[in-house]
């Protein structure tokens, strides 16, 4: 599987835990400070939009899953 391909399913999984755990209406609820999670991805895939750099990428990269 491609690099782009685990990382966009990765923080799409990430967004919605962490939306599951920082949302008042939900069972699953335990602070709305874990919403944080969500904006620290959603910057991240904006920036890497623009400069090209992802450490999940690098990290894909070094551990041999991905050799894109």
Do not use: H
């Amino acid at each position: 599987m491609r690099a782009e391909r685990i990382i966009r399913i990765f923080a799409g999984t990430v967004i919605l835990i962490s939306l599951l755990l920082g949302v008042e209406q939900s069972p699953l609820f335990m602070s709305s400070y874990i919403l944080w999670v969500t904006v620290f991805v959603g910057v991240n895939l904006f920036q890497s939009g623009f400069t090209q750099f992802c450490p999940l990428e690098m990290i894909l990269k070094k551990t041999g899953i991905c050799k894109d």
